[in-house]
């Protein structure tokens, strides 16, 4: 009997003691570094050599001016942009170029940390440290040659390269911290070191706000996993004590904007001009609910005038039917309309992505409930979570192929929102 108990049970003390080697090993940064600039490479190589449509000239000329482009006004992507562009202009390259490789170096960043995000979940597949790099390097290929993250890293179109940028850097460091946990459970003395990392995410969290808000929903995800990790790092008083002053820190990036605004820049949109410092932040704390009146139109994007998501402007169905299409988009794009003979294998080769991705979500589940969790909830909270959220007209692309009134939808695909 103890020799059937002891057999039926050493699988699952193997695996374990398989994931406590894996968390002992130092991460393979170096490989991340040289995934990061493989994908680099690849983005330059096939980076737009000018400007492009839709709002792709106003962020590569606000960011070169310091100006301020439409609401909410996205002040960390103007400086990250600007101080990119200052490094580059000694190699005498275009304004343009210098821009769009911003958007092809935040592409490529976040391709390694996802490299080393998903090197760290095979862990708990295998032991083999090759199988583990090369499944590691393909997950990031694939990922990065998606069509919407290639397209929004040859161009600087929009500003979610860099939130996709700081989820891919929030991800591995929630998985860090908890190797960390583990590594050192029970002992006191590393506690609040542990804790130190919580910090430096919520920083980074609340930093992430001045470029956009679509990195902050990460915090579910990262929410869970820290639940189901150690529950008690949550109900340490010192970590709020501390969280509010650096959460204001990483909020305060907003000042960019009256204080720019007042010196009237060129391009100078919603013009967020503020009486006080006392009355911008009130604005900035409260995003946008409090304090000035023209900084706070801007941050709640007044302008836009958006309903309550409970008064839907489509059908639900109709918005995921929406997003399937984009997902469709990712894998196989150019095969229909571009290479007539194979045009019959797009659909094909989406669903097997499809059926991969689920095989590999089941394994995952089987293997380490924590990480996929994590992973489940952020691709749950934006993919479902956000088409719930954003609320959309019918896609441009479906109003068509409906015969629907073009006043029913969008004025251009949204693809770029579902980039994660």
């Given at each position: ?74 002040p960390?992507?103007?400086?990250l ?80 390269t ?46 992430s706000?001045a ?17 189901m ?21 990483g ?67 109709a ?29 094909p ?72």
């Amino acid at each position: 009997m103890s020799q059937t108990v002891s057999a039926t049970a050493s699988p699952a003390r193997t695996r374990a003691a398989e994931s406590s080697a894996v968390v002992a090993e130092r991460p393979p940064y170096l490989w991340a570094f040289g995934m990061g600039v493989l994908v680099f490479a690849l983005y330059a190589f096939t980076l737009a050599p000018t400007t492009a449509f839709w709002d792709t000239s106003e962020y590569i000329a606000t960011a070169h001016i310091l100006g301020i482009p439409h609401p909410p006004g996205n002040p960390l992507f103007v400086l990250l942009a600007r101080a990119w562009e200052l490094v580059l202009a000694p190699f005498g390259l275009s304004v343009a170029v210098r821009v769009n490789l911003f958007s092809a170096l935040m592409g490529s960043l976040a391709a390694g940390f996802w490299f080393l995000v998903a090197h760290r979940i095979l862990g708990f597949f295998t032991p083999s440290e090759w199988v583990r790099r090369i499944g590691a390097g393909a997950a990031v290929l694939v990922s990065a040659t998606a069509f919407t993250v290639w397209n929004q890293s040859n161009v600087n179109e929009k500003v979610y390269t860099v939130s996709l940028f700081t989820i891919a850097l929030l991800s591995w460091l929630v998985f860090l911290w908890r190797d960390h946990v583990e590594e050192h459970r029970g002992r006191s003395d590393r506690r609040w070191h542990d804790d130190n990392m919580l910090l430096l995410m919520g920083y980074i969290l609340a930093l992430s706000v001045a470029n956009h808000l679509m990195a902050f929903l990460a915090a579910p995800a990262l929410l869970i996993f820290i639940l189901m990790t150690r529950a008690q790092s949550l109900l340490n008083w010192r970590l709020y004590a501390w969280a509010v002053p650096f959460a204001v820190l990483g909020l305060s990036v907003h000042l960019y904007l009256p204080i720019r605004s007042g010196l009237d820049p060129i391009i100078n949109e919603a013009a967020p001009v503020c009486s006080s410092i006392g009355e911008a932040l009130q604005s900035i704390v409260t995003f946008g609910n409090y304090g000035c009146p023209d900084l706070s139109a801007a941050l709640a994007r007044e302008q836009y005038a958006k309903p309550p998501v409970s008064e839907r402007l489509a059908p639900f169905s109709a918005q995921m039917a929406n997003y399937f299409q984009y997902f469709d988009w990712q894998w196989a794009r150019s095969i229909q309309g571009r290479i007539g003979y194979f045009a019959f294998g797009r659909v094909p080769l989406t669903l097997l992505f499809v059926a991969l991705g689920l095989f590999g979500a089941l394994e995952h589940w089987r293997r380490d409930r924590k990480s996929f969790a994590y992973i489940a909830t952020l691709f749950g909270t934006l993919s479902v979570g956000l088409v719930f959220y954003l609320n959309f007209k019918y896609g441009y692309g479906q109003v068509q192929a409906l015969g629907l009134s073009f006043d029913l939808s969008e004025v251009r695909e949204r693809d770029y929102f579902f980039l994660v």
